[in-house]
């Protein structure tokens, strides 16, 4: 009798054991699911790129001071007034090309097709705009003082 009580002891064993092996070997196939998924739809903030950051918040700004500008169909919202100041004195095609180079970085060729022009044209417009904007922004900000 204690031959059978211990081989029945033995199969009790060797059932748990393969029942436990079955187990841990199906959460190690769950857990490497989970960390393929994660993997692939979460980033980890500290890797994400400005940009990116930007997209994951909104700021509250009632308060402050925005000029708008339509260009070509697109709305530019310009959060500097000293900046604002100085693209509304140069001419509509000047600024044009300044608000869509830097406010919708859009390429020179790009803002050529969208203005029919040459893209050299374009890059002339916006190095004269720069040079007139900062003499601008310096004489504003000479006044001030």
Request: aromatic share 6%; proline share 0%.
């Amino acid at each position: 009798m204690e031959q059978s009580s211990f081989q029945d002891e033995q199969t009790v064993r060797h059932q748990f054991d393969s029942l436990c092996k079955l187990a841990l070997k199906s959460e190690v196939i769950n857990y490497e699911k989970h960390m393929a998924y994660r993997q692939k739809y979460e980033v980890i903030v500290t890797e994400l790129s400005e940009k990116e950051l930007s997209r994951l918040f909104i700021m509250d700004e009632h308060e402050m001071e925005t000029h708008r500008f339509q260009v070509l169909g697109y709305d530019i919202e310009v959060k500097d007034a000293l900046i604002a100041e100085a693209l509304q004195t140069l001419t509509e095609k000047k600024r044009n090309v300044v608000l869509l180079s830097y406010f919708m970085d859009m390429s020179d060729a790009d803002i050529a097709r969208e203005m029919n022009l040459v893209r050299s044209t374009i890059n002339e417009h916006r190095r004269r705009s720069l040079e007139l904007m900062r003499k601008n922004m310096e004489e504003s900000a000479n006044e001030k003082k």
